[in-house]
């Protein structure tokens, strides 16, 4: 195995008959030129080149070696925590998102994350990622991310598990989320606590509402006499449930069934009676 073309000191390209590979590992490149046998002891990764593939040849280039191998030991770690693969493009997402959060951050440039507490009900796991990555970051970098970028990185690990929703998708379902959470808290003049087990089983509850729906699964079905009470006893939470559809509908196109409505109200109920009164 040959270098082709060096793109840092920890990455090569190589190629084998017409198909070239990206090599990476420490120093892989140190004192190589072209045409030099790659140190197969050094490898740790090796990517085929795709399409997809050749805008991380140019942040491989381009960007500064440190914000690479910061992120590459991110992903390991979370491939170990998560104890799966991840799709290679997590390589070019999270390595160029991590690049340009430190260079915002070293202009005074902090961008917020408005879904940050959904996103942590939502991607436990990923989010702890997350905030190991910004912990890590401030060892080595010296740079003190915010926590609203652990959020972030939850993002780009979670859609990079095989077998997942899109990074599209993922922020849909959560932007969702929190316009309800936002309605919620509107409608009973009342923020809520994000920390709080009746935030945290709304929040999951209504995820998978809207996985239900957007995939045309079954809702579970309540007994007519049990949501007639539930319209009754809890009027007032069932109402906001109500105004929670409309929203859904008139914004989404999405329409929750009845008995749905129902589920939501006692949640509503269980958060009103914890925290909104």
């Known amino acids: 195995m040959k270098i ?40 740790e990764k090796i990517f085929v080149v795709r399409e997809e593939n050749e ?32 799709s290679d493009h997590i390589h070019i997402s999270l390595t160029d998102h991590l690049s340009f959060a430190i260079e915002r951050l070293q202009k005074g440039i902090v961008l917020y994350n408005k879904l940050l507490g959904e996103i942590k009900v939502l991607y436990k796991q990923e989010y702890e990622i997350g905030k190991y990555a910004i912990r890590y970051v401030k060892e ?21 598990k095989m077998n997942t929703e899109s990074m599209k998708k993922t922020v849909k379902y959560t932007t969702m989320i929190k316009e309800m959470i936002e309605h919620i ?46 319209q009754t006893k809890y009027d007032t939470a069932y109402r906001c449930a109500l105004g929670l559809a409309d929203l859904l509908k008139d914004e989404y196109g999405l329409h929750l069934p009845e008995s749905e409505i129902g589920y939501i109200t006692l949640h509503v109920q269980r958060l009103q009676e914890a925290e909104l009164v």
């Open 185 to 230: 808290e509107s409608y009973f003049q009342h923020s809520i606590d994000e920390d709080s087990i009746s935030y945290q089983r709304l929040v999951t509850h209504l995820r998978y509402a809207l996985g239900r729906l957007e995939s045309n699964e079954a809702f579970q079905i309540m007994d007519e006499d049990m949501l007639i009470f539930i």
């Open 4 to 43: 082709y073309k060096i793109l840092n000191n920890n990455a090569v390209v190589v190629k084998e008959g017409d198909q070239e590979k990206i090599v990476m590992g420490p120093g892989i490149a140190f004192q190589k030129g072209k045409n030099d046998v790659v140190p197969l002891q050094k490898i």
């Open 55 to 86: 805008k991380f040849k140019q942040i491989l280039a381009t960007l500064p070696e440190a914000h690479i191998e910061v992120a590459e030991h991110i992903i390991s770690y979370a491939e170990g925590k998560l104890m799966m693969p991840l």
């Open 140 to 160: 080595r970098l010296g740079v003190e991310l915010p926590d609203d970028e652990a959020g972030y990185v939850a993002l780009h690990i979670h859609t990079a």
